[in-house]
């Protein structure tokens, strides 16, 4: 009989995620009169983007946790993206601010970033928050990479002294995606477009992240037999939504695999919702469950 691998319920996980986020809500609200607040920057008209706000906000009012959208045309100029970001700083009623990538060229990225204050940081993005996932003492984790952390320690992936591979190496996604391997005692080989022999390098890992948004890029025969696969990629194909991960392939090969849609994407915006809570709370004074 053929094996199938384990599939990684992110949809259900996140759900149960934000079940436990209910009571620590309810305690913030207790401690500062109010609901933790999210505030999401969208800047332009990028119709992915104007989605994925959509389900964050969505997200948020579910959880009866207060969330604005501040919306700046494609134009928008460097100062006027700032001035935005400054005021939601200095906004009492956010805890959290997100500022949704892809932004227009005319915005330097490390500067938009750079502007979110670091208290208020949930996406992880600030070159500040950045450097303290680097030295190994995160303040907030990015919201991809600590829901796929938050998926392998629930299906208890080996991960102490595993072979890791991460495909991609954005700032968003593949970089600290490693680092957060690393800090899980990981032995990681992170690989990118100039990749010699990316099979090599893939068939290698007990543990394959693929988060490089090229549809069928890693098919069955690049696992290895057991592995766990974690497909990040999000693809508009003809054939609708797909990963990089040929999941029909993957799937026989591997022991644990995450789908798409329904695995990594859910996580992600549970996670946002749990850094908020988690921001929030540091502002009540109160201790987090369990301290990160
Ligand atoms: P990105 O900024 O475009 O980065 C893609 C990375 O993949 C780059 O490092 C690139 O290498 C590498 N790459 C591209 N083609 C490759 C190839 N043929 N072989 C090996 N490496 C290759 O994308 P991203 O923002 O990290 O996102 C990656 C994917 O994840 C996208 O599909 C995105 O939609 C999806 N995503 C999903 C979620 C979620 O919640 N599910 C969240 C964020 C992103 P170079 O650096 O050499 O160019």
Redesign the pocket.
């Known amino acids: 009989m053929q094996k199938t691998a384990v599939l990684m319920d992110g949809k259900a996980l996140a759900a149960e995620v934000r079940q436990a986020l209910e009571p620590r809500i309810a305690r913030v609200r207790a401690a500062l009169g109010r609901p933790p607040g999210l505030a999401v920057v969208l800047i332009g008209d990028d119709p992915a983007s104007a989605v994925y706000v959509r389900n964050k906000e969505r997200s948020a009012q579910k959880l009866g946790m207060a969330s604005q959208v501040a919306r700046l045309p494609a134009s928008a100029s460097r100062e006027e993206a700032l001035r935005a970001i400054q005021s939601l700083n200095e906004d009492p009623a956010i805890d959290g601010i997100i500022v949704q990538w892809p932004f227009p060229p005319q915005l330097d990225e490390l500067e938009i970033f750079g502007a979110v204050a670091p208290e208020k940081d949930v996406d992880g993005f600030n070159p500040a928050t950045m450097g303290r996932l680097l030295a190994g003492r995160p303040r907030y984790v990015p919201c991809?990479p600590l829901g796929i952390m938050t998926l392998l320690r629930r299906f208890e992936v080996p991960l102490q002294g595993a072979e890791a591979t991460v495909?991609?190496?954005?700032n968003?996604?593949?970089k600290p995606m490693a680092l957060e391997l690393l800090r899980a005692h990981a032995t990681v080989t992170w690989?990118?477009?100039?990749?010699r022999d990316?099979a090599v390098h893939a068939r290698r890992a007990d543990v394959l992240v693929v988060?490089?948004?090229?549809a069928g890029?890693v098919t069955g025969g690049m696992v290895k037999p057991g592995a766990c696969v974690i497909d990040?990629?999000?693809?508009q194909t003809d054939q609708g939504l797909v990963g990089?991960v040929e999941f029909e392939s993957a799937s026989r090969v591997a022991g644990w695999i995450t789908p798409v849609p329904g695995g990594?994407?859910p996580m992600?915006v549970a996670m946002l919702m749990q850094n908020t809570v988690l921001a929030a709370e540091r502002r009540a004074g109160l201790e987090p469950p369990e301290a990160r």
């Open positions: 991809t495909i991609g190496r954005s968003i996604v593949g690989c990118h477009s100039r990749t990316l988060a490089a948004g090229k890029l990040v990629g999000i693809n990089d990594v994407g992600t």
